[in-house]
């Protein structure tokens, strides 16, 4: 009953497979292998995207970083939500890419980046000349931080809104792959038709060890990305064990195939918790990820049961009135089983 | 007959092994898991320092960068050879990491600074005040750049500059392991014996995907690493990969045995060079690289038969006299077959 | 009649007769000549902290931003509030000199932080491990943005919450004079005895041509401040001409009869203002700023007179119904004239 | 008697009496004033550049960095003589305003670059694709670091190299003025002449209090310069006080006479040095530096009788034997005394 975060599930037996495969003879290093060329092509395929330069890392946090760097200068703001991983998570991973860009933070419900702060904000971080810092790229998250996703309507809202400015717009897809499953539709819909510059495509959260794509829909920002990659310490000299993860993740709509399974297991969680009268949903949960409420005493049972999942504040206590209505966070991956997921249920209904 | 590099040939069987049996089930992320324990707990082992921080990155400019990052402050000097990888070969990583620091580059034949030349460089770096960079620390490649190994009394030699000026030692270990199966000493005696304060420590060229360990033998820097180490996206979610392949190589000597078996294969390289005329080697190959020269029919030879590896300047034609000498390098990794060697020895000599 | 900042005016005669009479003969550079001596000593009089490292710069962005760099580290929080001028205009100075801090915005009416906001942030910064930032120092300004003053229990309120989570704090004082001045405090009571830890004690806008003191009450942090210093290329060579200017600014009071003659106009002001039907003080003015509502009209009686002063938001039209409010800001400076602001106040009345 | 420095002399009757004029009643900030537009025009004369972007800043640290700012890529290599004033007396200035490029230090004799190393530099710096920094700028230093004057046939040789390598040059003239009358060409031949993109055009050193302006040729580079400027704390409010100076300093050829004045002393000292035959010159003075070498009994009368001057290694005792040849630098300014020279030729001849 793991609940706790879709990074501590195993790769998919597919990608470990190939990366197994990948282990024979020799390769040329740093990309220049058969793999590494495939596995770019596989990607623009998938986005529909044939002159997209396609680069792979290992972490979400250098996919995020390392595209944010080719597009905001260091006086530049980049405009992001509030609670954005960007700004939350990574210790200023997109501060150092970018040699100190400003992280602008951009309030909106449920997550999501309303294009009336979005534009707002932009506008007034024009408006002093040389004295404040100039107007950079937009980047959304989708599966929001909270779970929820935009809808199409929404993002190419957003991205209109910085095409209105000139700004660029880059998409964090750590859970790409879920939002596409729960919008039922394509990675080009999702981007570049939704007026997307550049996106990270995850693949670590959903079935891989350790490998994102950054995919650059103008590849004129391609070679200062390398140089940004290498620089950063992020070019992988055995780079075919990045490749092999990325082509099994997107042959056979693999990528599609562990999203959907994760969204059913965390689907399955939402409805039970709809189904509880103490509980609460803090957001409508698009993909594998829910943010709820549920009293004290239903975490007991589970936890004392050995469901793993994290409560807020962190570190709250189990010990206390039953009653307390304490919030958690709930991830699903690929590998979560139903039966642990019927269980999970049943201790919080107790 | 691969001789480019030895960072093309596969992962050690066992190391995939380990890989794929940590593959199995739920792990806590961010070295949060067992796994990274043991890794690291066998590290210190290895190294016979209880005490020291062991953080695991996936490159080894990662390890260096982020080793230098935490000794070096952004107005500091860091002294290195004039043909290190740190210098040449990272695209500026380390003043990416450190914020500017600056390489000053030491001279000295064989790749191997002279403790003659690192004091005066180092004198010669801190006589100006306020106006000039500051005295930092001294980065030490272990294999050298050129295929030769510094003994440890030379070792002992540059620490004791550094010491007597109070600066800090690193050592570059991307080829630690055939370093110490050259030298016959433990890492130990490599290391903090000799004088050294942190170490990258090489398992990527040398049997792993990718995983280095960074060893720092001041503990009080741990903390500090681990930020920069997040901050640079260098730190895995799914970290149980890395400590994987970590804890293998450190296991029942596999990182010895590779290393000794490249290095065996080098030394077949150089013996038959040694005994063939009109080659001559440039360096005393201490570990598992040559640089040589050959007459260019016997690259020709070699090349149309299938070797890979080299020539210098880059891209040098094999169209020519064939008596005109070209230089080259030659790497053998643990996977290299002898009788790849013995068959370019065989083309080489016509 | 120039109220469009304090920023416009000259520097006081006494000022521009010191730096005169400072052009005699040769002074050694660099801060090695008598006077930058003196000026470092009557700074550390007059702020009763015979410890203080103290350290001239020609901008204020260069002290606050410097300043900060000593106090912060590259994965640090700032704390200041959310209309800061570190934050809205400096162009993001203080994440270049810091190396990518992250300004964390901290709400507030008129101007001032509260201490329950900065506790809630920092708490907030801190609850995430290696994943989030880290706490840095606080900054404060004083004179605030609109042209409020902390009292000496408001900074206490927030250095004391700043010292419970033990971080330190920097008071940036563009405008300290007019706050001692307006609160009739020394300039010990408004910074170290009211814990303070470092102060951006600023001369140009109050009477000088360009000189702000940095006020190190830790002294251990100014060889570090001088490094840092000379590589942001503001160490001055010919260094006398901003110690003559500090020298003469603290010399019998300069400093305060200057923001008392300014203090003392934007008291004619604001108290007019307050006579004015029409007319909204946006903010209870302490020092020498003002933000109001006036009708249209009123502005532009008085600008198509001559009147300077800024209209928000910027280029708003002086076109249009006579009745409609428009914000503005005023600024007084020392040698603003009685007369241009009885002038204002009759054009405004009309 | 003062060798010591430049930077030890006051500023010129007419540059302190501009600034004086200057201070008389308001004038817009930021460079938004009568006198700075006036200013910038009369460089742009003097350069014979209309369309030349002209900024002032008061130090030439940060002339040159944020010339080197808008030219170079954080991993890009900056080409420059092995003691340019960039590598060796700015704490690393270049490194941090650039990001971290790297400088890459080319040997020549009398402190110049030879073409034929500047090339070999360059085409090292670009073999190794995405692994090596990239080509950046040359910056040239006239008056070089050791008193010698490149030749307009020696500039044009360094910057047809560059060009030949799609590269950007940069000219660091702290001592441009001595340049100009050492060789009796314009500021328009020692630099777009002669294929120089970008100036570091100083007047601190030769008598102003603290001014210089970046001629950038490239008007196109402005913007970028000017954000950088701010964001390096280098754009003054009351710029009135940098534009008195550079106006007064470039006009009546008042750059020009200065400069004279000390080229002369500084001749009048080479010429007395010549005669004697103990001493010895180590290069021959262009402008108004020399480095020579003098019997320690020479220097210590002359220093014992107040010539102050700086020896080689700093430091080095006037107590030993009298004999011993000691090297010294001696620079001249503007003010320098004729009588002055004359006592302290006589103190060395004994």
Redesign the interface.
Known sequence: M?F??D?????HPKV?EA??RA????????GNDALSGLAADAVRRLFEAPDAAVHL??????AN??ALGVMA???DAVFCHRVAHVE??????P?????????T?IDGADGKMTPEALARAIAHTG??G?????RGPVTITQITEVGTAYTLEEIRALTDVAKSFGLKTHLDGARFANACAALGCTPAEMTWKAGIDAVSFGG??NGC??VEAVVLFDPELSWEF???R?????????HR?LAAQMLAYVTDDLWLDTARAANARCAELAAALRAIPEARLLHDPAGNMIFAELPRGAHKRAMEAGA?YYLF??QSSLEGPEDDLIRCRLVTDWSCKPEDVARVIDLWRG
Chains 1, 2, 3, 4 share one sequence.
Do not use: I
């Open positions: 793991m706790a975060s990074n501590t599930g195993p790769a470990m990366v197994t282990n024979d003879g020799y390769a040329m290093p740093y890392v290992a972490t979400g946090t250098a970083s390392l200068n260091p006086w939350e998570d990574e210790c200023g991973a501060e150092f890419f970018t040699n100190g860009a400003k992280l933070l408006d002093k040389v004295h404040g810092v100039q670590t959260k060890l350790g390398q140089l940004r290498k620089r950063a310490a992020h070019l992988w000299s055995k064990y793993q504040p962190f």
